[in-house]
């Protein structure tokens, strides 16, 4: 528990088989927690902070404006996309076994804190199920290995696979000050230049950021307590390797090589 009341929850690793502009997307002050469990790492700042602006071509802005739509969608469990995304996210990660519904007690083993994910989703939106999803369908391998936790010695108090992953949604975000009219940082400057030549750019931004808390996680010899320090951690790394002048794609990225189809 931290010192502001917020319970962690965490999985007991058995076995090794297994609106844009709410509270929750506000980008100053203190870290927002999503739902009871883990907390996102969120920039800390005064508003009297001078902050850099950048310039944005036609094409980046148009980009900016396409990735900033897909953020301001809310996950909407009566909606037959999101609902057929979800069914697909698990027929991904668990092909041999069979959903029973929506709602069901099946969704802990992927990691969301009760037997209805989208009252997980309420810190990220529909855009972080498309993200687990991207990463599920074009890096199967590193998924299934971080989901069930095939690598490394872990912790016997392990984080929430799919919690985790809104996460790192919402923390990038954060970082990438992607609500903004234009980039504010460097490293959000950056990113919509390889954003305007991907417009993937992202999920697979997001692919190579799990993989690297994962890889943090392990270094660092963490249990479910130190979520945020590996949170912290893998956000500093992440921004120094976006920062790298050498760097023109996102497949540059040191970080890049974890990642395995």
């Known amino acids: 528990m931290d010192d502001r009341g917020g319970s962690f929850v965490a999985v007991r690793r058995i076995s090794q088989g297994i609106e844009r502009g709410n509270t929750c997307h506000s980008t100053s002050g203190s870290a927002a927690w999503l ?18 602006s950048f310039d944005l071509t036609p094409a980046q802005e148009e980009c900016l404006q396409r990735l900033q739509s897909r953020i301001d969608v809310a996950y909407d469990s009566s909606t037959l996309e999101h609902q057929e995304a979800l069914r697909a996210l698990w027929h991904t990660a668990f092909p041999e076994e069979e959903l029973c519904g929506l709602i069901s007690e099946q969704w802990k083993e992927m990691g969301w804190q009760g037997k209805d994910p989208s009252t ?17 369908r074009n890096f199967p391998k590193s998924f299934q290995d971080l989901l069930r936790k095939r690598e490394g010695d872990r912790s016997m108090w392990e984080y929430p696979f799919a919690v985790a992953g809104v996460n790192i949604t919402f923390m990038l975000i954060q970082m990438l000050d992607l609500e903004a009219v234009k980039p504010r940082t460097f490293v959000g400057a950056t990113f919509l230049k390889f954003l ?10 997001y692919c190579i950021t799990f993989k690297l808390m994962d890889h943090q996680w392990l270094a660092m010899r963490a ?22 002048e050498e760097i023109t794609r996102l497949e540059e990225l040191p970080s890049y090589k974890l990642l395995t189809r």
């Open 196 to 205: 305007s030549e991907n417009e993937h750019a992202f999920d697979l931004l």
């Open 120 to 136: 997980d989703f309420r810190g990220g939106g529909f855009i972080s199920l498309e993200n687990l999803l991207f990463f599920a």
């Open 223 to 244: 249990s479910y307590m130190d979520f945020n320090a590996v949170m912290k951690s893998t956000r500093r790394q992440l921004e120094s390797e976006l920062l790298l």
């Open 35 to 52: 739902g009871r469990g883990l907390s996102c790492v969120c920039a800390q700042r005064r508003e009297s902070d001078a902050r850099p």
